[in-house]
């Protein structure tokens, strides 16, 4: 099993950026811990603060991995264009986020990506990969 974790803008900061949100773990200390509990997934890891990168990666892996974590920080709530993306590939995509967007800023609350995704996890810290990992595998 393949499965693409995609971050968005400022995701590459996680252990310095507001730990008191997101943590003081940095993302490639987490994901060592994944790889280390799923020795059967093949993780892809990448992470973009511009938009069409991420679009660009959400192609290039969207027909042939099992699956798509996608945290795309601010831009879930401002990006059509990430939404088209994920409509025009057949891999699932679940939307993940480290803090729960429902409990802050007003303008968190809304998701211009989650109705394109299989599925939304928010809240659970950096476990909320782990979560998504699960979901994609069951
Ligand atoms: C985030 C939540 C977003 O609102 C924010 O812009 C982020 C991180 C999260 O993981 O909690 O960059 O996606």
Excluded: W
Excluded at 79 to 104: F, L, Q, Y
């Amino acid at each position: 099993m393949k499965i693409q974790i995609i971050n968005g803008p400022n995701l590459n900061l996680l252990g310095v950026r507001e730990p008191g949100i997101y943590g003081a773990s940095s993302f490639l200390t987490y994901l060592d811990e994944l790889k280390t509990k799923y020795p059967e997934i093949e993780f892809a890891y990448f992470q973009s603060n511009i938009e069409g990168e991420i679009i660009n990666r959400i192609h290039e892996t969207g027909f042939s991995f099992d699956g798509i974590i996608l945290n795309a920080g601010a831009y879930t709530h401002t990006s059509v264009a990430i939404h088209d993306a994920i409509k025009a590939v057949n891999t699932p995509v679940i939307e993940v986020h480290i803090s729960n967007v429902h409990s802050r800023e007003e303008f968190r609350r809304q998701s211009l990506i989650a109705s394109a995704c299989k599925g939304v996890i928010a809240g659970f810290g950096l476990d909320s990969y782990r979560l998504a990992v699960e979901a994609i595998k069951n």
